[in-house]
């Protein structure tokens, strides 16, 4: 049996950065190429191409590993292969991903929708590596904005896509009294309303600031252009493995609305909702989600 090469431990903070950013630049690069006439041929051909650059590097250079990209689900090999698209690469089969010590979760364009609106920026790549039960590295690229948002040794980095240098991340604590709530366009939770009215009556006031894709709004949690990310109703693991990764890098609160602990590379990649804030604020937030999703008594 031939062994695999080693996986380069140490260099998996700068592969994920590495691939993110370049698969991003790849994006820049369709909606350059296509423009924005036809807004389902630039969602497919940027989903299908950032999909396939990083199922061949990932493969390329960490061959042991296994994959679970949003775009390599069965499922969505069955809708490619219905209309005239070349159909994506796989995932790596179930069963051998979920026996694996090393797992990349990937979302290859995370805010498909704003992706394929002319002037916006809330878009992103995600690339996450989870090993041996906890998220190890992952970066959010965020090409329209310049930037990507990443782990490294030790703590997470707000690097410029000019090859400029990198910055420390770190999240802030927000202004007393106020929360500004970065959500869904698109699909908000339905709770959002009844909690802004909760931490009012409590003192608190919340700013609902609709942003495109999850990876964009843990970002705007990050670089403190908003407080937090409250999501709820339907998500799965690629949308927040990366992000999730890099927040925790910044020292962000990060848990499911219950407050538990979010779970990766499960059988069942479904992760329907999120919490990200600065840890001062991870209680109220907690508590009032709580207090208005509670079934009432009777
Ligand atoms: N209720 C829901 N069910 C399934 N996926 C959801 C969802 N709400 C949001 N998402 C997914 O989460 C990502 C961020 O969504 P949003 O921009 O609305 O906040 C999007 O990923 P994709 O763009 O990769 O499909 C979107 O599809
Ligand atoms: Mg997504």
């Known amino acids: ?48 191409r950032a999909h396939e650059y990083l199922m061949g590097e990932l493969a390329r250079r960490r061959p042991g590993d296994a994959i679970l990209s949003e775009e390599g689900r069965s499922s969505v090999a069955a809708k490619r292969a219905r209309g005239d698209d070349r159909s994506p690469t796989g995932n790596t089969a179930d069963e051998v991903r979920l026996a694996a010590d090393r797992v990349w979760i990937v979302d290859p364009l995370d805010g498909t929708r704003e992706f394929s609106e002319e002037g916006r920026a809330d878009w992103a790549v995600h690339v996450a590596l989870w090993e041996k039960g906890r998220l190890v ?41 106020r929360l500004r709530v970065a959500v869904s366009r698109s699909r908000p939770p339905e709770f959002l309303e009844r909690l802004a009215v909760r931490l009012g009556e409590a003192g608190v006031e919340v700013e609902l600031v609709p942003i495109g894709s999850a990876g964009a709004k843990i970002a705007a949690v990050l670089l403190a252009e908003v407080d937090a990310y409250v999501h709820a109703g339907g998500q799965y693991e690629w949308d927040s493995a990366a992000p999730v990764a890099v927040a925790v890098a910044a020292g962000a609160h990060v848990s499911r609305i219950s407050g538990a602990a979010p779970a990766y590379n499960q059988k069942d990649p479904r992760l329907p909702d999120i919490l990200v804030c600065h840890p001062g604020s991870a209680s109220t937030l907690l508590t009032g989600i709580r207090d208005v999703t509670a079934a009432p008594p009777g």
Do not use: I, N
Request: aromatic share 2%; glycine share 18%; hydrophobic share 40%.
């Open 1 to 48: 049996m031939t062994e695999q090469p080693a996986a380069d431990t140490a260099g998996d903070h700068d592969l994920a950065a590495e691939l993110a950013g370049r698969a991003g630049e790849l994006l820049l690069g369709v909606r350059g190429e296509l423009g924005f006439g036809d807004t389902r041929a630039l969602k497919d051909t940027g989903d299908l």
């Open 137 to 177: 590295a992952g970066a959010v690229a965020l090409p329209a904005q310049g930037r990507t948002l990443r782990t490294a040794p030790g703590g997470a980095l707000d690097e410029p896509s000019d090859g400029g240098r990198a910055a420390g991340l770190r999240v802030s604590a927000p202004e007393p009294g």
